[in-house]
């Protein structure tokens, strides 16, 4: 007996499988593409909703609450309200160094002509107290010497000087170390 043994090489073909794998291929790779695109689109959808909320913001801060005739903007760090500018300082210090300090920006310590003005600012402050420009010299003036025309709260004889809270005026030692409002027109 002869073992004659006969070797025979099978060869598949490959080329269905390989045009799968390169259909799944694409459809993997364009997927991946339209994701890419899909993530461009919406970062540059924010970034243009950004702008304009950023836009609206400047313009909003440049002529807020009113419309004022001219709507020149304040400078930085104050806040425009009607036809003014208000600085609401952050820092303590006394009556006379808050003074000194509106004077040396061209302002001059909040004074409050009428009620409706304060409880305007009533609005926008805190639960501090802010020096204003009211001081008790023969009487409850303003530092322009008019008049006070409301009732001041005050419990001592050195309470000299006046301060404006959230709820109402009041009276403080000039010596005190408060924070301070300026007021200024619009440039």
């Not at 259909?23 to 994701?35: D, E, I, M, P, T």
């Not at 210090?93 to 409706?116: G, I």
Request: positive net charge; hydrophobic residues 35%; glycine residues 6%.
């Amino acid at each position: 007996m002869t073992d004659d043994t006969i070797y025979s090489i099978l060869e598949f073909s490959t080329a269905s499988r390989d045009q799968s794998d390169f259909r799944g291929q694409q459809k993997a790779s364009s997927r991946r593409s339209l994701s890419c695109h899909v993530a461009i689109g919406l970062g540059l959808l924010t970034v243009i909703l950004m702008s304009l909320l950023l836009y609206q913001w400047i313009l909003f801060q440049g002529c807020s609450y009113s419309a004022c005739t001219n709507c020149s903007s304040c400078p930085d760090l104050w806040m425009g309200y009607g036809n003014h500018c208000y600085y609401l300082s952050v820092e303590k210090k006394t009556w006379n160094s808050s003074m000194e300090f509106c004077l040396s920006k061209d302002s001059q310590l909040l004074m409050l002509r009428d009620d409706q003005e304060m409880n305007l600012h009533k609005k926008f402050l805190s639960n501090d107290f802010y020096w204003v420009g009211l001081r008790n010299n023969s009487g409850w003036k303003w530092e322009d010497g008019s008049a006070l025309k409301s009732r001041i709260i005050t419990n001592s004889l050195v309470q000299m000087c006046g301060v404006i809270s959230k709820t109402d005026l009041q009276a403080s030692s000039c010596e005190v170390s408060l924070q301070w409002i300026c007021k200024k027109a619009r440039l």
